[in-house]
């Protein structure tokens, strides 16, 4: 099972493929995602890197945290599930 970490605070410029350079130094990445804002396609300066064992996602969090990559200091950490966001609407669908 893969495991997933958060990287923030890098360029806006910075692509999929400049992340995934920079963490498989660390392990075996699975998938690397850079977030956009959906109506301009920009990027919004984080993401998430998913590696294929705990420990090496763990190992690329104590090596890149506040490191500087591209003029920018990463803020790396294991991402968190946000259970709380819930339903956003929209569709409409019956009301229960």
Known sequence: MSTSIYVGNFSYSTKEEDLLSLFCQYGTVS??????DRETGVSRGFGFIDFESAQDAQYAITQLHLTEFQGRRLTVSEARVNVARGRRGGGGGEQW
């Open 31 to 36: 998938r690397v995602v850079v977030c956009t």
